[in-house]
């Protein structure tokens, strides 16, 4: 009886290697295709926009900001408007939604960038403002504002 659980015992522990030999790689390759697999970001159209000393009067009811970013859509010329509104060493940026297009600020607090796009006259253009770090892999978006909209 002793000798059988001893043989018992040992196929088991042989079958448990087994198994961890044939699983281990799995979850590896597993887990380098994922990281190699491209990002949402890879989808995104990201452009540097354009440093001007601002918009005028073109936010003027027809922006989304918080204490971080701020953004405004001008139809006239459809120019996306992008604030750094923080020092906090993170990228401010405009989306445009229904192009997923993005402007990108790189410039700093208190600066100012745009980005022109085009759009069928009278169409909706929805937009909003975030911020992203733009370091390492992983680049979440942060400090989202509401999207809003106007008419191209």
């Known amino acids: ?18 198994v961890r030999r044939g699983v281990v790689p799995v979850l590896i390759a597993a887990a380098v295709a994922v990281g190699a697999a491209p990002g949402v970001a890879s989808a ?13 009067d073109a936010c003027t009811g ?13 139809s006239d ?15 401010a940026y405009g989306q445009i939604a229904n192009r997923d297009r993005h402007c990108r600020n790189p410039y700093g607090q208190g600066t100012w960038v745009r980005c022109n796009y085009s759009f069928r006259e009278g169409s909706p253009v929805s937009f909003r403002g975030y911020t ?6 992983i680049n979440l978006m942060r400090n989202e504002t509401i999207w809003t909209a106007k008419l191209a």
């Open 1 to 18: 009886m002793g000798r059988d659980d001893g043989l018992t015992m040992q196929r088991s522990s042989i079958r448990t290697a087994r």
């Open 44 to 56: 995104e159209e990201i452009e540097i926009g354009q440093k001007v000393r601002g918009p005028a």
């Open 62 to 74: 027809n922006d989304v900001s918080n204490d971080n970013v701020r953004v405004c859509f001008r």
């Open 77 to 91: 010329g459809e120019w996306l408007y992008v604030q750094d509104r923080e020092a906090d060493g993170r990228s």
């Open 132 to 137: 992203r770090d733009n370091e390492g892999r």
